[in-house]
């Protein structure tokens, strides 16, 4: 079994406001082999952006991180500033969800490429433009030469988010993070750009964590998901066999809650009653207890560990998991 | 599931508008104000002798017992001039803004809301108003019309205009594309109500802020105006016009033009500090995490 | 059924640095009463134009929009307001179609004085009523800030304040996209319940077709200002006949990981509506294309029963 490039271990990040310390993430554990997809999905608030940062190490200043993230055998929480400076780009690479925010509005994308290409590979900038163009091309964008020279406000969405990933992968990372690339943008470039990141990571058989809060998003496109909810990982298992058997109500109750195509209209949707936590008033009990069909008192006392009782490679942290008879459940 | 499974949304997000504390500077700024304001106020009524009672025996006289901060070159009690004083730039400092923005805010929230031919007219209008020389423009003034207060006033404020002006149409272009307005027309709406009710609660405070400000840079103006002799005119005591008669006494008795300036230099502050934490205080959005 | 609200030839142009831009073009629609006519299509297709032209907020430059017999397109200042009552509005961002700085109370009371209603008692009340309709307990909700509320519970009040009045039509602009999943089934199941409720008509505008497909007896697809289908839901989604419909319904990720995402979807973008492409606006992504495609614009012809396609090669 390879060694795992990126081992998250028991990362937790905690924020202070002026109502108390906000715990986002709590207590995370996560692995990633290279060459392989984890879809993380969760709704607003559940931490995931949190932790994507927690990984990056780009968190704002006034948080607190906890625990560990291991990133090809280093400890990113104690590398200093010019190491992980360093590591950003030829290792480590993010694609965000609005490509106008990620894109400097008032360089050219041939400015922006180039200059990642100068500052991480040491091209001089004849190599860097031609290398530019080729990354373009390789994204999908017709025309590329000339791309080089627009600014971003004069491409579409779906034009901006390809750049973003072009640069990103420029300088051939080994872990590419995609927080909700395609949340933005229409549901045929959706597919188009969600195809060019596959495609690109088995070409250059690169690591990718995709973050998003639609199912359907990781269903096709990931080996293993992670369901997070108010900062912790509630559910964790390849994506075929959470699929086909869902062990967290949560899980199970976030997909029936999406309209499905093949469901004739007007048939009233499962809706998850309640909202999501406030995370800075965290509950004794399980998160989800207060919206959960099947919560009882002991749901209600204490939290339930994250687990593999089944000893089959799916963790969850529930006291009643669903598909299992009730003596199973110790 | 019944399609009624309709839960009743009971736990809010945040407690309704949690207390901030205001700071101690804010509070000594408030009592500042309040201070001279009374004082201002209430100077008729005050056991202090006239601000123009010359005492000719006891000129330039350091502060003491029956004078308490010295009396001027004329022998005028220093204390009570500079309460008389600050009637004069209160006076000025408050009216003149109010001008400013009833017809600067008034003009600028409908130029930001009609659009079209108004706001071009009405922005133009402001930027000759603005372009023109403001000194020259009070000279012409108390030439024409003479020195006073209510003359005072009534330039600062119309020179005030464009800057309120200014503000007003901009936080109104900004808020008239925002769905809130756009669903007060689609419910039939007239402009009138929208003006009112919709766009000014959220106009008025950036104008208030902006207010507040404009009575600190007035009370400067006012001072500067009669530090040049084109204020108030004599014996009528401003903090203008006793620091500029300070200033030929400097060597002697010195007190006499930096207790105005003094003066002035607090209330500013003060009006500034207030500006700013009430600014801060009803900001509806809390500090996003 | 007669048509509540009929649009005919709509067209709305803006003027974009001197070029002229039709973010909709030639638009004939029909809405019967007491149906949901769902209207989808991707950015840039002018179905939220469309929606606020529908209501006279933006004024269209071209074409008729009748509601209940009276022509909407000819009414102006006290005559338009007054229909406004019968006509609804619910915004994409409920957070900013609430003022921030009035109460709730206030704003869901607002239909009220604007329509005339003065005894404070009543407009209490009636707030009172429709906000316990769409699940709000309207103690607690009454005398707070909208900032104080989650998405999903401004967008209750916004639904609140559009059913005060009880009008006839309600037009959706993406009710639910700015929602998180959980809270969207629950927004969805609310509009169904007030739908039967009310007795309402609805236009509901989205780009997610699943959504639409929830609560839609009939879909209209558009495609860069022009109308590319319309029929009724379970045909349309059985039997595209417009290649772009189909493209749709293929590019919708399906949460189920045996379904391989399909291959090989059209190439490219939408053009830029400000340069669209001569005949049929799809032709450059469309398989199917050809040079008839390029000289003459589609009419919207009827395919199968009730079922009509703008479209020179349709499908099956």
Not at chain 1, 1 to 28: H, K, Q, Y
Not at chain 2, 25 to 43: N, P, Q, S
Not at chain 2, 117 to 130: C, I, P, Q, S, Y
Not at chain 3, 248 to 269: F, R, S, Y
């Amino acid at each position: 079994m390879t060694a795992p490039l990126l081992s998250v271990e028991g990362v937790s990040v905690e924020l202070p406001t002026p109502r108390g310390a906000l715990r986002a993430v709590d207590n995370v554990d996560l692995a990633l082999a290279p060459g392989r997809t984890l879809g993380i999905v969760g709704e607003s608030g559940c931490g995931k952006t949190m932790l994507s940062r927690a990984i990056l190490q780009l968190l704002p200043k006034r948080a607190r991180l906890g625990g560990r993230v291991m990133f090809a055998g280093r400890d990113l929480t104690n590398l200093p500033a010019e190491a992980l400076r360093r590591l950003r780009g030829p290792e480590l690479a993010v694609v965000f969800q609005d490509p106008m925010t990620s894109l400097n509005p008032v360089l050219t994308i041939g400015t922006q490429i180039i200059e990642t290409l100068q500052a991480h590979l040491g091209m001089d900038a004849a190599a860097a433009a031609t290398r530019g163009v080729e990354l373009l091309a390789a994204v999908g964008i017709p025309a590329p030469a000339q791309r080089l020279r627009q600014y971003p406000h004069q491409l579409s969405g779906g034009m901006r988010q390809r750049v973003a990933i072009a640069i990103a992968l420029s300088c051939e990372p080994k872990l590419l993070i995609a927080d909700e690339p395609t949340t933005a943008l229409d549901v045929t470039v959706q597919a188009q750009i969600l195809d060019l990141l596959a495609r690109e990571q088995q070409r250059r058989h690169m690591a990718m964590i995709l973050i998003t809060h639609d199912l359907g998003v990781v269903a096709g496109r990931t080996d293993e998901v992670a369901v997070m909810y108010a900062g912790r990982i509630v559910e964790r298992a390849p994506t075929s066999r959470l699929f086909a058997g869902m062990r967290m109500p949560y899980t199970e109750a976030l997909l029936a809650a999406i309209p499905k195509l093949d469901s004739p209209p007007h048939t009233p949707l499962p809706a998850i009653a309640g909202r999501p936590p406030d995370p800075t008033r965290p509950l004794a009990g399980c998160s989800f207890a207060p919206r959960c069909r099947y919560a009882d008192g002991r749901c209600r006392a204490a939290k339930p560990p994250l687990g593999d009782p089944e000893r089959a490679g799916t963790l969850y942290a529930c006291w009643h998991p669903l598909g299992l008879s009730e003596s199973a459940s110790a | 599931m019944a399609v009624l499974d309709l839960e009743v949304d009971t736990a809010v997000v945040s407690p309704v508008r949690k207390r901030r504390r205001v700071g101690a500077l804010f509070l000594a700024a408030v009592a500042w104000i309040v201070l001279i304001g009374l004082a201002a106020a209430l100077a008729g009524a005050l056991p202090i002798v006239s601000p123009t009672d010359m005492d000719i025996l006891a000129r330039r006289a350091p502060p003491g017992a029956e004078h308490w901060l010295g009396t001027d070159q004329l022998g005028r009690d220093e204390f009570s001039r500079l309460i008389y004083g600050a009637r004069i730039s209160l006076t000025v400092g408050l009216l003149a803004p109010v001008i400013g923005v009833l017809i600067g805010g008034s003009l600028g929230m409908l130029a930001g809301y009609f659009r079209g031919r108004f706001e071009t007219l009405t922005v133009g209008g402001v930027d000759v108003l603005l372009a023109f020389p403001p000194l020259v423009f009070v000279l012409a003034v108390t030439a024409y019309l003479g020195q006073s207060v209510l003359n005072i006033t009534l330039v600062i404020g119309v020179l005030g205009i464009p800057a309120f002006t200014r503000v007003a149409r901009a936080v109104t272009l900004s808020l008239s594309e925002r769905e809130f307005v756009v669903a007060a027309r689609a419910l039939g709406a007239t402009h009138a109500r929208i003006l009112l009710r919709e766009l000014l609660p959220n106009v008025a405070l950036p104008l208030v802020a902006f207010f507040l400000l404009g009575v600190a840079v007035t009370i400067v103006v006012e001072g500067a105006l009669s530090f040049l002799g084109l204020g108030v005119p004599p014996p009528a005591p401003s903090w203008g016009s006793m620091i500029a008669e300070g200033r030929e006494n400097l060597d002697i008795a010195p007190w006499l033009a930096f207790l105005p300036a003094l003066f002035m230099f607090l209330s500013v502050l003060a009006f500034n500090i207030v500006g700013d934490t009430l600014r801060a205080l009803t900001d509806p959005r809390p500090g996003a995490l | 059924m007669t048509a509540l609200l009929s649009i005919e030839n709509l067209t709305v142009e803006y003027a974009v640095g001197g070029k002229a831009l039709f973010a909709v073009s030639d638009v004939s629609l029909e809405v019967g009463r007491g149906e949901t006519l769902g209207l989808v299509g991707e950015s840039g297709c002018g179905k939220s134009t469309l929606g606020r032209a529908v209501l006279q907020l933006r004024r269209p430059t071209g074409g008729r929009v009748t509601f209940d017999g009276t022509e909407l397109t000819r009414l102006d200042g006290e005559a338009l307001r007054l229909m406004r009552r019968r006509l609804q509005l619910i915004f994409q961002d409920p957070i900013a179609s609430l003022n921030p700085r009035r109460s709730i109370g206030d704003i869901v009371a607002e239909p009220l004085v604007i329509t005339g209603v003065v005894d404070r008692g009543e407009r209490e009340r009636r707030v009172r009523d429709v906000l316990a309709a769409v699940g709000l307990d309207a103690d607690l909700v009454m005398g707070r800030l909208p900032h104080e509320f989650s998405g999903g519970q401004c967008q209750r009040i916004c639904i609140a304040r559009a059913l005060i009045l009880e009008p006839e039509l309600v037009i959706c602009d993406e009710p639910v996209s700015a929602l998180d999943v959980s809270i969207r089934a629950q927004i969805l199941n609310l509009l169904e319940d007030m739908k039967r409720r009310y007795g309402l008509t609805l236009l509901f505008i989205a780009h997610d077709l699943a959504v639409v497909k929830a609560v839609s007896d009939r879909i209209a697809v558009m495609y860069l200002g022009r109308l590319c289908e319309v029929g009724p839901t379970e045909q349309l989604f059985a039997r595209p006949a417009h290649p772009y419909t189909a493209l749709l319904l293929e590019a919708i990720p399906v949460p189920d990981p045996t379904v391989k995402p399909a291959a090989n979807l059209a190439a490219g973008e939408p053009p830029s509506p400000l340069d669209p492409p001569s005949g049929c606006r799809f032709r450059t992504r469309c398989p199917r294309a050809d040079q008839t495609c390029a000289d003459v614009v589609p009419e919207l012809r009827e395919i199968a029963v009730g079922q009509f396609a703008a479209c020179h090669h349709p499908l099956g």
